[in-house]
């Protein structure tokens, strides 16, 4: 079965900073990976999706990007970061087999 | 109309009590249906698929009515761990593949 690490963790960044979350996946190839952001009292919002390196789809307007640079590596960025980016960032993988998806432990952003 | 809505409870249940969530979704073309399991500040875990003739895993028992757009969750002899968020997550086909759309969560809590 796969495994998706992330990191970091937990994270306090100040607004305008640029921001770098990585995730990677254990145990799967070709999987569909996925960033998700969960703001305080709210369901989880997909940001973007991935079908394989380099393809990117974005599914909601703003002021974050992704990239995928290997078959296993999705990475969500900023160039400056906003207070309404605080939130818990989820990463996501999907088996070409079946339409599971299984989530990271995830990362915990605070912008100040 | 929120694709996936549920009640956000909390539910209060002494412990060994049955409880039972609700979800609704809109989407009539929606293929697959799960319901996840999100511990405080943790990623959100599949808990069960949920099949068309309904399934059972141990004291947890999924059902689903297409007809009416409508899955249900059932705990038995409900454990103080089984306190968390039960999201409720309907699954479409999409050009992402199998896009998944979350409810909000319904909120249990098992008081000894």
């Known amino acids: 079965s796969q495994t998706i690490h992330q990191w970091p963790a937990t994270l306090v960044q100040p607004v305008g900073s640029p921001l770098s979350l990585e995730c990677t996946v254990e145990?799967?190839?070709?999987?569909?990976l996925y960033w998700y952001r969960q703001a305080a009292g709210r369901g989880l919002q997909l940001l973007f999706y991935?079908?394989?390196?380099?393809?990117i789809s974005s599914e909601v307007p703003q002021n974050l990007s992704a990239s995928r640079p290997q078959d296993r590596q999705f990475i969500l960025s900023s160039k400056k970061l906003l207070l309404s980016d605080s939130g818990f960032y989820l990463c996501?993988?999907?088996?070409?087999?079946?339409?599971?998806?299984?989530f990271g432990p995830g990362t915990r952003l605070t912008v100040l | 109309r929120k694709e996936v809505e549920q009640d956000p409870g909390p539910f209060n249940v002494p412990e060994g009590a049955t409880v039972a969530f609700n979800c609704t979704y809109s989407?009539?073309?929606?293929?697959?249906f799960f319901w996840y399991r999100q511990d405080c500040r943790k990623e959100p875990k599949l808990l069960m698929s949920?099949?068309?003739s309904g399934n059972e895993d141990g004291r947890f028992t999924a059902q689903l009515n297409r007809a009416s757009q409508y899955i249900s969750l059932l705990i038995r002899d409900s454990k103080l761990s089984d306190s968390a968020t039960y999201l409720c997550?309907?699954?479409?086909?999409?050009?992402?593949?199998?896009?998944?759309?979350f409810g909000k969560g319904t909120s249990l809590l098992v008081t000894p």
């Open positions: 949920v099949y068309s």
């Open positions: 145990g799967t190839s070709n999987p569909n």
């Open positions: 997550v309907v699954s479409s086909l999409s050009n992402s593949g199998y896009a998944l759309n």
């Open positions: 996501a993988c999907q088996t070409p087999s079946n339409n599971e998806q299984f």
């Open positions: 991935s079908v394989g390196i380099g393809q």
């Open positions: 989407n009539s073309a929606s293929q697959s």
